[in-house]
């Protein structure tokens, strides 16, 4: 961070509005984990909640889950830097959810229980299925995780002026703390309510910087982007395709191959997938996907608004807060220039507002990707593969706590090389490895009868491995001054986004392994999951395996 963050931090009144307010969020949301604590008694309230969500309630916790530190920061710094290339990212997370709700969201619902392998194991082999599934939902919520935790040290080191990378590591660490209370005390309910608690907050504050932006420019959308381009220094070509990938053939693939991820990849995220477990029934389950729907499309609508402001209105340069940070402090930032600019009451109190509020999103979505892939570990592995079905409800949960421990400890490890890398990036890459994984299991899962227990562990294990090996041997880990490690280059493939490559594979690797692997029985209880999916038919109670 350069000299431009210091202000916000050694201004006194600056620092103690920021941590009366980082204080109250964290206060607020550690009070609703404690609440939600009483509550929980059975594997059901740990896991979904007690399925005792509305529709309306679901919806704001979905819209939560989605509207992720990588939307709110993320994406409004990438527009800010790269104009209309960073803009893709809105339009590709809002295009996904589309692909979520009729391909994946209702379906999932009346099929499953608490987790994704649910699913796939109401008519496949128990422990080879739920192995490959809880696996494939580890591995892509450490990889969401990471974004999130990137995003917590950017915020903070904003605010408070943190310039060291060790500092930042602090940071880091104490919100994979806090994340790891909430879902060891919590569980589904606590952050649930917490995610409808940071989803209205989130949009509030969204709006009130939307609406100050555009009075500036008199709500002339035509001059905004006008301004931005003039002054981000790229001219027209801001507006064009180009200025983040290039316009050579391995930049535009590498854009296509963006765009496939952010566009397949919601289907497969397994902590959005298993919000759908925390409705009584199908119908509320689909009056939740309305009010999602609703609020993520105003959500990354505005995004165009945040970014283009951000670049319109702040230094964007080389050099410059938002450059330094990869664009993740463009949103705070542009919060404090419409309140009345640095050093004013209003500036002060609406960037401390803003920063609150992400704080919040990132908090809590960490904890509904930890809860996410702790509850696979304990439901899938430990319950059904480890100890064969024969676990008692509270050692489930007991060893669900472990596993988020765990599982935050190894975010934590990640997270802290990872700094240098914008969120909404880190995101897309969560995207093409679920997108690899996960959906085309499900998908074949539903639509197709011959599909098996070896089409769908050939599946998964294909397309995430080789979803992981092109991002470890790809330009994200060396061979660039903004690759995690510096200073060494073992990268091959050229592509910084592998969706292009791994999602095919996802869906050729399970027809491969379905063809080679026959399995009678996934066929005979094709027909069963296939009227309890798409009529809802005993979607209240648990899946008989």
Known sequence: MNSLLIPLATEPGNRAL????????????????????????????????????????????????????????????QIALYGYDGFLYSIGFLVAWLVALLLIAELLRNSGRFTMADQLAFRMKQRPVRTAAATSTIVVSIFYLLAQMVGAGALVGLLLGVKSEGL?????????ALMI???????????????IVKAVLLMAGTVVITFLVLLKFHFNLSDLLGSAAAKSGHGESFLQP???????????????????????????????LIRFYTVPDSRSARRSVQWAIGLIGVFYLMTLALGFGAAALLDTGKGSAVAESKGNVASPLLAESVGGGAGSIGGAILLALIAAVAFATILAVVAGLTLTSASSFAHDLYANVIAKEKPSEKAELRVARFAAVGIGAVAIALAIPAQ????????????????SANLPALLFNLFWKRFNTAGATWSIYGGLISAVVLVVFSPVVSGKPTSMITGTDFHWFPLSNPGIVSIPLGFLFGVLGTYLGRDRASELRYKELSVRAFTGAGAEGPAKH
């Open 18 to 77: 920021t941590i009366s307010l980082f204080s109250a969020v964290v206060a607020v949301t550690l009070y609703i984990t404690w609440w939600a604590s009483r509550q929980n008694k059975t594997a059901a309230d740990y896991y979904a909640g007690g399925r005792s969500f509305s529709g309306a309630q679901n919806g704001l916790a979905v819209a939560g889950d989605y509207m992720s530190a990588a939307s709110f920061l993320g994406i409004s710094g």
């Open 168 to 176: 930042k590591a602090a940071v880091i660490i104490l919100v994979g």
């Open 181 to 195: 209370i909430y879902v060891t005390v919590g569980g589904m309910k606590g952050t649930t309510w917490v995610q």
């Open 242 to 272: 180009g200025l983040l990938y290039g316009k050579d053939l391995t930049g535009q693939i590498d854009f296509l191959s963006l765009g496939l991820a952010l566009v397949l990849g919601t289907a497969g995220l397994p902590h959005i």
């Open 420 to 435: 240098k890398l914008n969120i909404a990036f880190l995101v897309a890459l969560a995207f093409a490895v679920a997108a």
